[in-house]
């Protein structure tokens, strides 16, 4: 079965410094892969997506991720973190019949 | 363009009350259409999608049903609220296409007591 794992549940980053979050997957194809972000009480915003193509996709809000076939991983970065994304990050996975799997996910937690 | 929209924003109803939550979407037409559960700590979980009117899969044995009555309308019941189905709900949808992009409502935070 399909399955993406992200085994932080919580990572406190300076403000300014650099962040990476780790997503693996678990799925048999190529993979439709993304990466939402959600603030306190609110929906899911798409911050990125990989399809196919280059494996270094740009999204919003100076966000990054690289997909790894030979890891199984889709990392999210970015180079200096603002206090504003502090959020709780979610990755997901394409299954096939137009339904996402997600990671049980991510909070980002920005110190001063 | 498109915009979704979920109501009410927060809801507080006591155990074996009646529960409806409607969803509905601007902007385009024949939309994949989802409802999901998120508890704390526990990621998404989805519990109905559908491809047309009428049509809906349930993804988790519950105490919910889910409804479409119209091409852009989703709506998600429950004739006797427990316990258990306190959480925040959110509905997306998705153009009909094999690397669908999710689009999300702003979510209904659901208590029950």
């Known amino acids: 079965a399909q399955s993406v794992t992200q085994p932080d549940i919580h990572i406190t980053v300076s403000e300014g410094a650099s962040l990476e979050l780790r997503c693996n997957y ?29 494996t270094l996709v740009q999204g919003i809000k100076g966000f990054e991720a690289e997909f790894k076939r030979s890891q199984s991983s889709f990392n999210l970065r970015k180079p200096s973190v603002h206090w504003s994304d502090a959020a709780e990050y979610f990755c997901a996975v394409n299954t096939g019949f137009q339904k996402l799997v997600f990671g049980t996910g991510t909070r980002l937690l920005v110190s001063p | 363009s498109q915009t979704i929209h979920q109501w009410p924003a927060t809801l507080v109803q006591p155990v074996g009350s009646p529960l409806s939550l409607e969803c509905t979407v601007e902007g385009t037409s024949n939309p994949n259409l989802y409802w999901y559960r998120q508890a704390a700590g526990r990621g998404l979980q989805l519990l109905f999608y559908s491809v047309g009117i009428g049509q809906i899969s349930s993804e988790v044995p519950q105490n919910l049903s889910a409804s479409r009555p119209q091409d852009r309308q989703f709506i998600l019941s429950s004739k006797k609220l427990l316990l258990s189905d306190s959480g925040f709900y959110l509905c997306a949808w998705s153009a009909r296409a094999v690397n669908n992009i999710q689009y999300f409502g702003a979510g209904t935070r659901l208590s029950v007591l």
Do not use: E
């Open chain 1, 26 to 54: 678990s799925y048999g194809a190529t993979p439709y892969l993304f990466w939402y972000v959600q603030s306190p009480g609110q929906g899911l915003q798409l911050l990125l997506k990989y399809f196919s193509g280059d």
